[in-house]
């Protein structure tokens, strides 16, 4: 079949280039796509002059393969580290730290949170802001965060579990 079509060959190699790349990074990409190309060439091509011009074409793919995997593991990574680093944070701070979606949805909820405001995480993560105060509260809070923008009020008024109002400095953080 390599004689009769030969851009399925050539596309199959790629795609084992590709391969490699995405899975053992640049320069198992660009191992695989050199090795590809040449059992290509000595093999299908019958040493022709056109598939040598393909050579860069195919360690090309290898490479960003590799790469584009390589980065995006370390990005995950990285994540997966900042994001145990504010879990932490989250859970040895005595102040409340609340953090919420972009529709004003509590996706998280702090010891500090607890003992402030009455409500335990399984009660508070998935309701609204708004059970910490009427929107006149809630408002400047999803404003600055559809925004992206920090956020700092020297004193809110804000509602207990049981209803009772106490007052608190409100800042918001945009985590990106």
Same mark, same amino acid.
């Given at each position: 079949?390599?004689?009769?079509?030969?851009?399925?060959?050539?596309?199959?190699?790629?795609?084992?280039?590709?391969?490699? &790349?995405?899975?053992?990074?640049?320069?198992?990409?660009?191992?695989?796509?050199?090795?590809?190309? &040449?059992?290509?060439?000595?093999? =299908?091509?019958? %040493?022709?002059?056109?598939?040598?011009?393909?050579?860069?074409?195919?360690?090309?793919?290898?490479?960003?393969?590799?790469?584009?995997?390589?980065?995006?593991?370390?990005?995950?990574?990285?994540?997966?580290?900042?994001?145990?680093?504010? #879990?932490?944070?989250?859970?040895?701070?005595?102040? #409340?730290?609340?953090?919420?979606?972009?529709?004003?949805?509590?996706?998280?909820?702090?010891?500090?949170?607890?003992?402030?405001?009455?409500?335990? #995480? %399984?009660?508070?993560?998935?309701?609204?802001?708004?059970?910490?105060? &009427?929107? %006149?509260? =809630?408002?400047? #809070?999803?404003?600055?965060?559809?925004?992206?923008?920090?956020? %700092? =009020?020297?004193?809110?008024?804000?509602?207990?579990?049981?209803?009772?109002?106490?007052?608190?400095?409100?800042?918001?953080?945009?985590?990106?």
């Amino acid at each position: 079949w390599p004689d009769r079509r030969p851009g399925v060959a050539v596309a199959a190699g790629i795609l084992i280039a590709a391969l490699a &790349g995405a899975l053992g990074g640049i320069w198992s990409g660009l191992a695989v796509a050199a090795a590809g190309w &040449g059992f290509h060439y000595f093999f =299908v091509t019958e %040493d022709t002059l056109p598939p040598l011009i393909g050579l860069p074409a195919w360690l090309a793919v290898g490479a960003l393969a590799g790469w584009l995997s390589t980065t995006w593991r370390q990005t995950a990574r990285a994540r997966a580290h900042l994001d145990l680093e504010l #879990a932490a944070l989250r859970e040895s701070s005595s102040e #409340a730290i609340v953090a919420v979606d972009a529709e004003g949805t509590i996706v998280s909820w702090s010891r500090g949170a607890e003992e402030i405001y009455g409500y335990g #995480a %399984d009660e508070a993560v998935g309701e609204p802001l708004a059970i910490l105060g &009427g929107e %006149d509260v =809630v408002a400047p #809070a999803l404003v600055a965060v559809h925004a992206a923008e920090p956020l %700092d =009020v020297p004193t809110a008024v804000h509602r207990r579990k049981g209803g009772e109002e106490i007052t608190v400095s409100l800042t918001v953080t945009p985590l990106g």
